[in-house]
């Protein structure tokens, strides 16, 4: 805290004040500082806490404060440590001494409270916004692409056959995940904590339920102590923000994956891609490889703030400055990672023909041969050996499935008929008709029902 008139006789030395300032950040909180400072003095006035010709003095200096800072012509004073300080000190170079009225049943602890409250609720909407976006990129690129058939993979080996469809709008659900939990952040950050001044309250007759309508809360804070001291939002849009990178990371690997010439499933728009310095043939996926890497520095936010937090006593103590940088780079980073992301995926091309052929390796019906058997009465463990010798005896004479003659299917299993031939990539995509299966029909209503959600369908 800066050295107020009163208590202390000596100036604080010019390296404390560039250390312990947060101006340089948390300058972007003025909008948020601005509207919970006339909520407050319309409070006050309307409390009868200050006169009401000061209330619309106050109200029009701090909205002209506004104006300037949007125009940029404020000038932030270095001696000034933070944003609220910065506004305070400017509204009375306008209006004069009934500028100080304004931090009237205030502290600065409680205003910040308030004040990061406001900005995460932005926050919170604007990264709904932007995981919709990415999942409307993901089921416009699904329903374009419906009938493109890939192998799924588990340890990075092909599996079975899934449609592409099936595969992005896994990401899909992941993201609607995603927009639960910000959603439940949002909830519990819908608290107004001013009026909890310093730690114990204050003590005026506020009307804290005006303040909380007037700034669009649900709730006044419980309880001073906590009010002042509590950051648990902060961890909790972090910790999503973490879980939401993850999920953008997995997709990124994927893309690059895909586009590599070993897969070649993809092709990325020159738009969002790069070249090389020194050959001229690269292609590279750098924007997925960005928001694999910015996944990191999300977790490095999340980490730090947690260790921040871990033996604070109540009630406020400086180290909660350090809440705002990591909080404002993690949304700065979610938000631009989701926007690129979404602009990627929305101009990839599908080769499908090169996904088709990487169905012929890895025997990728071994399980629907499992499956025939246990129809025809075998019991499944036996009938997954039986089709594992099999696979071993093609591997070894070179042979596809397909390509073996029904007497060598016979030598492994009398349950053998000409029927065996009829398994296909379409017969083991049909066969997943189920809630959450990739059959053809499946797929279509998962489609539909993201495109309700998004308020696309009908």
């Known amino acids: 805290m800066s050295h ?10 010019e390296k404390v004040a560039r250390y312990t300032s947060s101006l340089p950040f948390d300058w972007r909180l003025y909008h948020h500082d601005i509207a919970g400072s006339i ?25 002209a404060i506004e104006r300037e800072i949007a125009r940029g012509e404020f000038k932030f004073k270095a001696e000034l440590e933070d944003i609220h300080m910065a506004i305070e000190a400017r509204l009375m170079e306008k209006i004069g001494e009934v500028g100080g009225k304004l931090h009237t049943a205030r502290s600065r602890n409680d205003q910040i409270a308030l004040d990061l409250r406001l900005y995460i609720r932005e926050a919170i909407a604007q990264t709904i ?11 416009g690129l699904a329903e374009a692409n419906m ?3 890939m192998p799924g993979y588990t340890h990075l080996q092909p599996a079975q056959p899934v449609l592409l469809a099936h595969h992005l709008l896994a990401y899909f659900e992941m993201l609607q995940r995603d927009v639960d939990r910000f959603d439940g952040c949002r909830k519990r950050a819908d608290v107004m904590p001013l009026g909890s001044g310093a730690l114990a309250g204050v003590a005026y007759d506020v009307d804290r339920e ?3 309508h007037e700034l669009g809360f649900s709730q006044v804070s419980q309880n001073s102590l906590d ?7 902060i961890l909790e849009y972090e910790a999503a923000a973490s879980i939401g990178m993850m999920h953008l ?3 990124a690997e994927e893309v690059i994956l895909w586009s590599s010439a070993e897969f ?12 090389s310095s020194i050959m001229p043939q690269k292609k590279n996926p750098d924007v997925a490889e960005l928001v694999r890497g910015k996944t990191g520095r999300v977790y490095g936010h999340l980490t730090a703030f947690l260790t921040t937090m871990k033996a604070l006593p109540l009630a406020y103590n400086r180290d909660l400055q350090e809440d705002k940088e990591g909080l404002f780079d993690t949304v700065d980073t979610l938000l631009a990672s989701l926007e690129v992301l979404a602009g990627l995926i929305s101009t990839l091309k599908i080769n499908a023909e090169r996904a088709a052929e990487a169905m012929g390796r890895g025997y990728i019906l071994a399980t629907d041969l499992a499956d025939y058997l246990v129809k025809k009465g075998e019991t499944f463990r036996s009938a997954h050996e039986i089709a594992g010798k099999l696979v071993s005896y093609a591997v070894k004479k070179g042979k596809a499935l397909a390509e073996l003659s029904f007497a060598e299917y016979s030598s492994f299993s009398p349950l053998f008929g000409q029927d065996v031939y009829s398994i296909t990539v379409e017969s083991s995509l049909a066969a997943r008709d189920i809630i959450g299966g990739t059959a053809p029909k499946r797929v279509a209503q998962a489609v539909a029902a993201a495109k309700k959600i998004l308020g696309q369908g009908n």
């Open 264 to 275: 070649d499933f993809i092709e990325l728009d020159d738009a969002y891609a790069t070249g």
């Open 4 to 13: 107020i008139r009163g208590r202390f006789q000596k100036a604080m030395a």
């Open 39 to 63: 909520a407050h003095v319309r409070m006050l006035a309307r409390q009868g806490i200050i006169n009401q010709t000061d209330s619309v003095v106050i109200v029009q200096g701090l909205e």
């Open 129 to 139: 916004d932007g995981i919709r976006e990415l999942q409307r990129a993901l089921v």
């Open 147 to 149: 009938n493109v058939v």
């Open 210 to 212: 005006f303040l909380a």
């Open 227 to 233: 009010a002042v001291s509590d950051r648990d939002f």
């Open 249 to 251: 990371s997995r997709l």
